[in-house]
Every structure is written in C-alpha cells, then in structure tokens.
C-alpha cells in the first residue's frame, strides 16, 4: 500500500516538476488554469490527507487486531457507537463545506463572460480538425482572419473561443491554458484563455477529448501563444491573400487546385492582376496560408514537402479516415479522399502549398 | 443434521444439460449467471489486454483505429452490462433466498427468463462482429454519433443489445423486490435483514427505476438511425444533449447498481472475519439508501464540459460532494467492525480488506471531480478511466471475489484452496495498482482517453508501459484464479455447512443446499440470527460459545406452529422445471434482432415475424402451464 501511496505522489511530483510534459494540466500557463490548479492542489492535499489517515487506520485495525496463532479467545461485541458514528458523518460534510466554497467561487469566476478587451475567436469543430476564424480581424477585402488547426493568440490577453460543431461533437482540451469544454452541434460554449506573459513564444500542444470516431485519436491543436507585437505580424500576414503563381510548378499546381482540392478547401488568393478573390469551397481547412503552419493534417504531420507529398497521395494511409462514406448533400464529410492524382501532379501542388506562407 | 433425506428432496434433482435448460431453481440460475459471466469476464478482460497492448508504446500498430473503437466499446458493454450486472445477479440470486430463509424467489419462471434473456442478448451483442463490426461509438454511445452513420448497423446492435439486457435486469429486479418484501422467513423484519439482502433492494429500486429512461433514450436512437426521426439531431432543432440526459440518468444510479452489491457482500464478510456485529448496522444500510437516492440527483456530473451553465454545474457539484458524506460512512464502519475483532486473514477478508482500501482511492477521485473547475481537466482523460477502475475493478470486482471466495463453499460443498487464493490476491492487487494508478497521471498530464494513439515526446511513454506491464499481471492473477477454481472443485476440502462460523442464515444449511434450501423454516430472532443460534456474550461483552444442542449445533428454531410447517422434506412443493422461459426469451432476442436489421428490409421483418411468434409460444406455453406439476 505505501509503495502505491509513494509511486503516486513521486509521480505527481515528477510531473509537475518536469519541462519535458507540454501538454499537462499540471503545467498551468494561463491564468484560467492556474486558477483550476490552485483548486486542484488544495483539493489533492486535503484527499491525500484523508487518503493517509484511512489508510493507516486500516493497516493498524489489521496489524493490532489481527487474530494471532493459538489465540481462540473471542472480541466483545459492539454493534457501533452512535456518537461516533454521527461525528463521521459531520466532519465530511464540514470538510466538504470548505471545499466548497473556493469550487463555487472559481467556477463561477470561469463561466463569467468575458469582459474589456477580448479578442473573440469563433472555433468549429470537424471530424477530424479544428477551423478557428477571427470575426474581429477582418481584411480589407472583408474577409475575415480564417485558419485552421493552429490557434494563434495573444499572451497577456483575455481570447474568448466561441465554439459550435459542423458534425458530432468534439471538446477543445489545451490542458495548460484551460479546461475542456465542449463543442456541441446546434450550441455556443465558451472558453476564457488569458495566457501569462511568460508564455509567449510557447507553442502549446492539446487535442480533441469527445471521442469522435475514426480520426479522435489524430484531431490534435497547437496553440501558440504570442508576444503582443508577434501576434500582429501574423494576423497582418494572414490577412494577405495568396499569390497564384505565373512561373515554374506551382502554375500546374494551382490548375489543380483550382480544379480538384477547391472541391473542399478555399484560399483567399491575388490573381496577377491584382484583384483578389475566394475560391473553392469551405469545407475542409482553409489553405490560404497553409506553409505558415508548423503541422498539417490536425497536428499529425510536420509540416514538410515529403509529408505532404504524402498526404496528398493516400491520406487515409497517415491518418484514419473514411471519405469512402463521404456523403456532401447531407453535409457529412468524413474525410480527404485519394484522389488518384499523379506525381507530377502531386510535385506541382507540394510546390504551391508549401509556397504559400 | 437432515442430510440423509435432502437426496430424496423432489423436483429437478436430475442432471444433464436439459435440466439445467429448464430450471427454474435460484441456486441453478445463480450459477449460471456466475458461469456466464465469467465467461464474459475473460473476454471482456482479453479485450482489455488488446487496448493496453496497443497502447503499450507510442504509435502503437497492434489495433487499427476502426478495430480499437469496437474493442474498447465492447470492453465497456461486456464488463458493466455482461460481467459485473450478472455476477452480482449471480450471488443475488444464490444467496438473497437463503439469507431471508426462503424456499425460492417470487416468480421462478421470471427469473430464468431474465437469466436467459441477459445471456442471449450478451451472445448476440457479440454476433454483431460477424455483421460489419461491434458497436463502435463507446458505451456512452453519444449523440449524433451514434445515429451519424446508418451505413453499419453497429450502433443498431448497441440500441438493440441494451435495450435487451436492460429489460432482463428490470424482470431480475422484479423478482428481487417481490422475494425480499413477500418471502422472508417468519421474524425477519427489514432491520434483520442482512446488508446483502439490503443492498439488493436498493439495487433493484434503482434499476427499476433508472433502467425505463435509457430505455426511452435508445429507442429515440434506433428510431433516429431507422425512421427518419431527430430526437437528436441539432439541425432539425433536436438536440444532441438530450442523449446525454437520458442516458445518465440511468448512468449514474447504474454505478451504484454495480457497486453496492459488492458493498453488501463486504458487509456480510467483515463481521464474519472479524468475529464481531458489523459496527452500525442501522448507519451502513441507510447510508446505501442514501446513496441510492443521492444517485438520481448527480447525473450532470458527468457533463460538467457540456455547456449546461454555471448554476446547473453547481447544483450538480454540490450534490456530489454529499455521496461522499454516505459513502464514507460505509468506510468507517467497515473499519470500526475490524477494529477490536480477531481478524482471520482469509482469502474472502484479503479481497474484502483490499476492496476499502481500493475503493477509498476511488472515493476521493471521485470527490475531485465534484470540484467542477477541476473535473474539466479530468473529464475524459485518463484520470477518469483511472477513478472508475478503482471504484469498478478496485472495489466492485475485488468485493466479487471477495464473495466468490467466501461463497463457494456454500455452492459446491468445497473450499478454494487458501494459499492459492492468497497468490491471487496479491498479484490482482498488485497488478491492479500498476494498471490503474498511473492513469491518474496520464490524465492529469493531458492523455485523452478513447484515443488509439499517441506521440512520443508528450510524458506519456513510461506511466503506459507501466499500465501494460500491470495489466499483464492482472491476467495472470485471473489464471491463478482459474486453477483454484479447477484444483479446488476437483479436491478441493470438503466445507461443512458452516465454514467460516458465519452469522447468516445460508450457513444453516447443507451445502450445496437441497433444492428446497431448508427442510424446515427458520424463525428469525435477530439480526444475525444464526451466529446468536451458536453464540452468547459474557458479563464482559465477549462472544461465548453455547453449548452444542442435542442433534449438532445447526439447529435451528422452526415455525412448527404455522400452517406452513412441513417437517418433511417430502411434502414440499417446488415450481416443476420449464422450457418456456427459455423459448420466451429466445423469441425475444430474435425480436431483437428483426429491429437491427429492420432497414435491411426482407431479413429484418422475417426475423421480427420469427421472434414474434416464437415469443409468442413462449409467453402463452408459460401462462397456461400450471407452476407445481402434479408430482408423479
């Protein structure tokens, strides 16, 4: 038994303690989740507490009272002892009258709207990848900021994430900046991020926590937390459409796009002569900036030529999928289906994508 | 002792497979939701041992996403619906009887219907891998997922197969409460009742009245996957939390179904092992009452991420923390009952004194997740799956074994070996710990649970490897369990009647015991009757043995006054064996399976015609056969 006690608690000191756990609960970087780990601590302490002290009156009821050889002698016989039994029965509940309180205090704390200056980002959830779209960065062009699997935000900034779902339902679980919430079909739930300052820089892992079917286990999200000036850099940037290209592969490669990937996915893109246009449809991941991002594929795959090569190839091959029952009047996408394209095809289309930063 | 005439006892006294077909004896039904489940018990744990081995390593290769969806799904399914239900039914139904000093349950023919009704549904949930795939949606089988794709007809055989052994609990717990309120022996009052008996009442309360709302809810499932409708559906301004209700509201109480029997059989045991009353008898049953009720007002506790609102999530919260104030009433009073004892070690007291210390784990857990800003962190995360082990496997299965150990002699006339039973402790507890208590951390440190993969680099590596290794060794306790059972049954010591120097009245008898149970009718003075049969207390308050009455010590105080009172063994009148309920329930099933294949068309319909009138026949053959064929 003490062994156990010791395994656990050098395990949850080791975890707190340890760089190497991004994506830990126990790790908070936000203000939200340092306010769920003060509760957690206080919670744990006083369990461990009762835990030892249950524990030890167990071992020494066993250890005293244990019949040894030879004694036949019989115990006296005591049916139980009111008092005491109703003072095991308060000092629970005072206990847990205590803990009370901070629970109460903090979770409406969390719930509360967020107020002052909040970025909002609205955050849909697909089977199996995270679309995020900034409704209060808009282009010039009246497009909003759109992208895909890859949060970026502000530290030492209250973010607000208004989340539904396209399918079936989904949780948005970045332990270190918040606890879950779900994302439900047809509802609105909230998630207040304000990250600490000394977080930014930080490029913070989490994943999807409702099973989900097929890809649940591959629906990942990073999440990088910005220094202020940082973060304005990269709204600007993506606020800038992309170039269609005039010279070398990515022309090919656009032709494809154009005429099989924009089947599913819209980039926002400046046709050489300047005027700029949406194309395609929105159905998978906005890739107007698809090379700015560290990862493709929800957090699966590095973002590199060869990944996506590969990708584009068989899909469902680095990450389970099933387009197969793909079924768009119904609205149920299941998933990037093989296309059946070419090399060459496939070359031309890697040198576009990776060329749209 | 009578045992010279219990050979010559009437009614199904025969062997062979037909007899146990047609029985309707709650010894033989007991033992067969015993032997069934723990069938299932090793295919659910092998499928257990399929998720831990994928999951040993990053990346794992051993299960692809599709098949890992089915096999943990089904891990879910089989061990609450066709392992821990059905071996609490088990003892249940072997021992409720013989502790009230009853003859048999209310309606016997019910009780075979239910056993085989459970058993068939349990086989068919299992057919459904040969039919496209098991249910795959988890054994929460959320909304809209589960009526997203009507493509497989996994999620039908979900709707379908819990709706079945949904309705085979409810006639379980029928006869349960009609027994216990209508066939206790002539003083046994309620406040005399054993803890056992008690908590099978509760159990059945809540069954009954939990299992009528999943009911509603997967109905509304396989309606939405077959008939157009959308109970479910956000689009169509159903909604998809709905599911989430139903099926907690059932959810919830169902834990409790599956733990407080096992509470029960830790009851009966401590006193036992300790040579002492059970420290507040009057505290621990209504603290199970307490947890009954407490149990239809938590469920929301387990949608704390769902978006129900801050008051709600209070309530909710605050509701509970108070199970803790019930539930550690229990922990106190089981330790006040061995403290001041003389305890005996056996193996039935390791698994009972293993039970507190492991469901004291899962009780505290289980408190943090009352802390709702916390329970966001834990919801669905390893830490989850880690506290419901301890509450489910820590305590429920350890409490099981506990009275697998304890009542074994009493079905077959034979102990289980103490020192292999003293291995199979050990290495369960141990491997148990180093299955389970790593979770905690997984969880805590962001491992989503229902997840097939996961990356290196993340912390993960080491507390997964740890989890497999114990999950191993849990295996191999089940082994060692295995062989006691075969070792013991073949040579096993031959028990007695008595050989714990119980306290309750299934000690009176011989065992196993004469179909009938008792030759004569006990008449019950006190809690704990038979122990005060055998025992009386000193001016100090120590138990003294009383002197052995003429005949041997068993004997027992009977209702020869009563009308009732037959004296001989050959007089009693036991319900004659029948094949209906068995026919019944296979009409049922086959019904059963007419709905999952109803989009199917042809097949679907001829199966529902098939069941149809195979129930039919069933039902009416029942009703119309008298209940005590005229003996010979």
């Known amino acids: 038994m003490r062994r156990i006690v010791s395994i656990v608690a050098l395990g949850l000191v080791l975890a707190s303690c340890s760089s190497n756990l991004p994506q830990s609960s126990l790790n908070p970087k936000s203000v939200e989740a340092q306010k769920i780990d003060g509760l957690w601590i206080l919670v744990f302490s006083i369990a461990t507490v009762i835990f030892f002290a249950v524990q030890i009156a167990l071992i020494v009821s066993i250890v005293r009272w244990r019949r040894r050889p030879g004694d036949d002698s019989e115990p006296k016989q005591t049916h139980g002892n009111t008092r005491l039994e109703i003072v095991w029965t308060i000092i629970p509940a005072v206990i847990l009258a205590v803990i009370a309180v901070p629970t109460l205090r903090t979770l409406f704390e969390l719930r509360a709207p967020a107020t002052g200056d909040v970025l909002r980002v609205k955050v849909t959830g697909h089977q199996w990848w995270w679309e995020f779209e900034y409704p209060d960065i808009v282009g010039p062009d009246g497009r909003p900021l759109i992208t895909a699997n890859e949060l970026h935000i502000p530290a030492g900034r209250t973010t607000e994430l208004e989340m539904t779902s396209a399918d079936v339902i989904h949780s948005f679980w970045v332990p270190p900046l918040a606890g879950k919430r779900d994302l439900v079909p047809g509802l609105t739930t909230y998630i207040k991020i304000t990250p600490l300052e000394s977080a930014a820089g930080e490029v913070i892992p989490g994943q999807c926590a409702e099973y989900c079917w097929l890809g649940h286990a591959d629906m990942r999200v990073k999440v990088h937390v910005d220094a202020p000036d940082d973060f304005e850099t990269w709204a600007a940037g993506q606020l800038e459409p992309a170039p269609v290209p005039t010279t070398g592969a990515a022309v090919g490669g656009f032709e494809t796009f154009s005429g099989v990937c924009a089947t599913c996915h819209q980039a926002n893109v400046r046709q050489p002569d300047g005027t700029v246009e949406t194309i395609g449809t929105a159905i998978g991941p906005d890739l107007t900036h698809f090379a700015s991002r560290d990862t493709f594929g929800a957090g699966i795959l590095e973002n590199t030529a060869e990944h996506l090569a590969a990708w584009i190839d068989d899909p469902s091959a680095l990450k389970p999928m099933a387009p197969e029952l793909n079924d768009l009047d119904r609205g149920r996408v299941l998933g990037m289906p093989d296309y059946g394209l070419d090399p060459d095809q496939i070359a031309e289309l890697v040198e576009l994508l990776e060329s749209w930063k | ?632």
């Open chain 2, 1 to 632: 002792m009578a045992v010279a005439t219990r050979e010559q006892a009437p009614a199904a006294a025969d062997r062979g497979l037909w007899s146990w077909i047609t029985t309707v004896d709650h010894k033989r039904i007991g033992i067969m939701y015993a032997v069934a489940a723990f069938i299932f018990f090793l295919i659910g744990g092998f499928e257990a041992l399929l998720i831990r081995t994928q999951l040993a390593q990053p990346n794992g290769t051993v299960l692809s996403a599709e098949a890992y969806n089915q096999i943990f799904t089904m891990h879910g399914l089989t061990m609450v619906f066709a392992v821990i239900m059905p071996i609490a039914a088990a003892f249940q139904n072997y021992f409720v009887p013989l502790q009230i000093g009853a003859r048999d349950v209310a309606f016997p023919r019910i009780n075979a219907f239910a056993f085989w009704l459970f058993f068939f549904s349990a086989l068919f949930l299992y057919t459904s891998f040969l039919f496209g795939g098991a249910p795959d949606g988890a054994w929460v089988g959320y909304a809209p997922l589960s009526t997203q794709l009507t493509e497989y007809v996994r999620m039908d055989y979900y709707s379908v197969g819990a709706q079945l052994l949904g309705v085979a609990s409810l006639a379980g717990s029928i006869n349960f409460i009609a027994t216990i309120f209508t066939m206790r022996a002539p003083g046994m009052s309620l406040m005399r009742m054993p803890v056992f008996v008690w908590m099978t009442v509760v159990t059945s309360f809540l069954l009954i009245l939990s299992l009528p709302v999943i009911g509603v809810g997967l109905w509304q499932m396989l309606f939405d996957r077959n008939f157009g409708t959308l109970f479910y559906a956000a689009q169509a301004q159903g909604d998809p939390l709905l599911w989430q209700h139903l099926f907690w509201i059932f959810g919830h109480p169902e834990v409790y179904v599956l733990i407080l029997p096992a509470m029960g059989i830790v009851s009966e045991i401590l006193p036992v092992m300790s040579r002492k009353p059970l420290f507040g008898y009057a505290f621990v049953v209504f603290s199970g009452i307490a947890i009954g009720f407490l149990g239809f007002g938590v469920w929301a506790h387990h949608m704390f991420t769902a978006g129900l609102g801050p008051v709600a999530e209070a309530g909710f919260g605050l509701a509970t923390m108070l199970i803790a104030i019930p539930t550690g009433v229990k922990i106190f009073n089981w330790i006040g009952t061995t403290w001041g004892g003389r305890l005996k070690l056996t193996t039935p007291m390791l698994f009972s004194l293993g039970f507190i210390s492991m469901f004291v784990i899962g009780g505290l857990s289980g408190v943090t997740h009352s802390i709702v800003p916390a329970d966001t962190q834990q919801h669905d995360s390893y830490y989850i799956v880690a506290h419901f082990h301890y509450v489910l496997f820590g305590g429920a299965v350890l409490g099981y074994m506990a009275g697998a150990y304890y009542w074994f002699p009493k079905w077959t006339g034979k102990m289980l070996s103490e020192t292999i039973g003293k291995w199979h402790f050990w290495i369960t507890l141990i491997g148990f710990n180093l299955t389970f208590a790593p979770q905690h951390i997984l969880g805590l440190d962001g491992m989503p649970r229902r997840t097939y993969r996961y990356d290196a680099g993340l912390g993960w590596d080491g507390w997964n490897m740890m989890s497999t290794i114990g999950s191993y060794l849990i295996a191999v306790g089940v082994l060692v369990f295995i062989w006691n059972i075969i070792r013991s049954w073949r040579n096993g010591e031959p028990a007695g009647n008595d050989p714990w120097d119980g306290r309750t009245l299934e000690w009176t008898t011989s065992s196993p015991p004469p179909v009938h149970n008792f030759d004569e009718v006990p008449v019950v003075h006190h809690v704990d009757d038979f122990w005060y049969r055998k025992y009386g207390v000193d001016e100090e308050g120590r138990a003294v043995k009383m002197p052995e009455v003429s005949g041997g010590a068993l004997t027992v105080d009977t209702d020869s006054g009563g009308e009732d009172a037959d004296g001989d063994a050959h007089d009693i009148h036991m319900p004659s064996p029948s094949y209906f309920p068995i026919i019944a329930s296979l009409g049922v099933v086959t019904i059963g399976a007419g709905l999952v294949f109803i989009s199917s068309g042809a097949i679907g319909f001829a199966l529902l015609a098939l069941g149809a009138i195979v129930s039919l026949w069933g039902f009416m053959g029942w009703a119309g056969e008298p209940i005590t064929k005229e003996a010979h």
